[in-house]
C-alpha cells in the first residue's frame, strides 16, 4: 500500500469550489481501492481553514513553508498537489493536477503579487513534477505548449460529476433555499466564478433578450464574490434587471445539487476552461446545456450539449429560447446529456490516478537503486 500526501487547501472554508469538489471526489473515489492507497490530507489551521487564504501571500506561506514542514513529518512514499502549486521543498515523487494554464496564457487576469506567484510557481511546478495530471486533452496541450514539458509526461483524466440526480435531499433544505433566493420562478443557472474570462457580461446581454419575450424568467448566479461581481451587479441594475438576476454566493453541495435540479437550463459563456464541470454536473441532474464553443467545452460535453461560437453571441440568445420554447428539443439535449455522463466515472479517474502513483513510485525507487549500486561500485 502506498501512503499519499495530499494538499487540501481546496476543502477549506463554507463554500467548496469546482477545485474542492475535484479533491473531495477524488479522495471518496479511492475508498473502492482503500487496499492499495492511503491519503493522508494536510489542511492548514486556524482561520484559513474557515474561511480560507486572505492573500496569495498566506497562501505561499502554506504550500512553501508550513505545508513541506507537516509532510517531512510523515512517511509518505508520494505527494499528490491538486492545486497547481508544487511545495519546493518537498523531495519527494510528486504528482501534479493541472486544472488549466490561464494564469499563463492571460496574465493581465490577475492582479500584483498573484500575478507573479502563480506565473512562475504553475511552470515550475509542471517542470519538476513527476507526473502532471489535466482534466482534458485541452489542458494538456496548453501545458506543452506553456511550459514545454513533454507529452508523455502527462495524463488527461477527464473529470466525472461531483453531484447525483439520486440524491435525497430534505424537503426542508429546498424550501429554505427557494425562500433566500426567490427560485419559485424559472430560472436559467450558471454556476462559477466571477471573473472576465467567464464572459458573463455577453450572458447578462443576451439574457435581456429572454426577458423581452418571458418576463417572468429569472437569472440565477451562483459563486463567490468578488471585484468583477460588484461591477456586474452594478451594470444590472443601470439596464434595470436588479430584480431579474439573482446571486447566491457559494451554495455547499445539496443546495448546489437543488440550484441544478429546478433550473430550466444551465449556461457556461466562459472565453477559457480547463475542462467545464458544470456541464457534467448539469448533464448528470437532467438539465440541458449551452456553452461556448472551445476546446475545453467541446470535449467535456461530448457532443450532448448546444455550442455557440464566442464571434456570435446572438448564437447564445438563440439556444436558449429555443430550449425554452421547444420542449421535444428540450428533452432530446438531456437525453443526449444522460447518455453522455454515463461514460464518465470517478472509479476510472480514481484507478487510472493510483496507476499513475505506483508507476511514479516503482521507477523512483528503481532511480535510487541505480545510484546506490554506482555509489558501491565507485
Not at 252 to 267: C, F, N
Not at 284 to 303: D, F, L, M, Q, R
Request: aromatic share 8%; charged share 25%.
Amino acid at each position: 500500500m502506498l501512503l499519499i500526501g495530499m494538499d487540501g487547501q481546496s476543502l477549506m472554508g463554507d463554500g467548496m469550489t469546482g477545485l474542492g469538489r475535484y479533491t473531495q471526489s477524488l479522495i471518496d473515489a479511492f475508498k473502492e481501492w482503500e487496499g492499495e492507497v492511503r491519503v493522508k490530507l494536510y489542511t492548514p489551521k486556524g482561520n484559513a481553514a474557515k474561511n480560507g487564504f486572505r492573500s496569495s501571500l498566506q497562501r505561499l506561506m502554506w504550500e512553501q513553508i508550513q505545508l513541506p514542514q507537516m509532510a517531512m513529518r510523515d512517511e509518505l512514499d508520494l505527494f499528490h498537489q491538486p492545486c497547481f502549486s508544487l511545495p519546493a521543498l518537498l523531495k519527494l515523487p510528486r504528482v501534479l493536477t493541472i486544472h488549466d494554464v490561464i494564469i499563463t496564457k492571460r496574465p493581465l487576469l490577475m492582479k500584483g503579487f498573484s500575478r507573479y506567484y502563480f506565473g512562475k510557481i504553475i511552470p515550475w511546478s509542471a517542470k519538476y513534477a513527476s507526473h502532471v495530471i489535466t482534466n482534458s486533452e485541452a489542458t494538456k496541450r496548453d501545458v506543452i505548449k506553456y511550459t514545454g514539458i513533454p507529452s508523455h509526461k502527462i495524463t488527461a483524466l477527464l473529470l466525472a460529476p461531483t453531484l447525483s440526480r439520486d440524491e435525497i435531499i430534505p424537503i426542508e433544505i429546498a424550501n429554505k433555499l427557494h425562500m433566500k433566493y426567490k427560485m419559485h420562478w424559472e430560472y436559467i443557472l450558471y454556476v462559477g466564478s466571477f471573473e472576465p474570462r467567464k464572459n458573463i457580461d455577453v450572458l447578462i446581454t443576451q439574457f435581456k433578450r429572454i426577458q423581452d419575450e418571458y418576463p417572468e424568467i429569472r437569472l440565477l448566479c451562483v459563486g463567490g464574490q468578488t471585484p468583477f461581481r460588484d461591477r456586474l451587479e452594478a451594470r444590472i441594475k443601470s439596464i434595470g434587471m436588479k430584480d431579474k438576476v439573482i446571486f447566491t454566493g457559494y451554495l455547499e453541495k445539496k443546495q448546489l445539487t437543488i440550484a441544478y435540479r429546478d433550473s430550466l437550463m444551465v449556461v457556461l459563456p466562459s472565453i477559457d476552461e480547463g475542462f467545464g464541470l458544470p456541464i457534467v454536473e448539469a448533464m448528470e441532474i437532467g438539465k440541458p446545456v449551452v456553452a461556448s464553443k472551445i476546446p475545453a467545452h467541446i470535449e467535456s460535453a461530448g457532443g450532448a450539449a448546444v455550442l455557440f461560437d464566442l464571434m456570435a453571441e446572438r448564437q447564445l440568445g438563440d439556444a436558449m429560447l429555443k430550449i425554452i420554447s421547444d420542449k421535444v428539443y428540450r428533452d432530446e439535449l438531456i437525453e443526449k446529456g444522460t447518455q453522455r455522463v454515463k461514460q464518465l466515472s470517478w472509479s476510472v479517474h480514481a484507478r487510472k490516478t493510483i496507476e499513475i502513483y505506483y508507476k511514479i513510485v516503482k521507477e523512483t525507487r528503481e532511480k535510487r537503486g541505480m545510484e546506490k549500486k554506482k555509489k558501491g561500485y565507485g
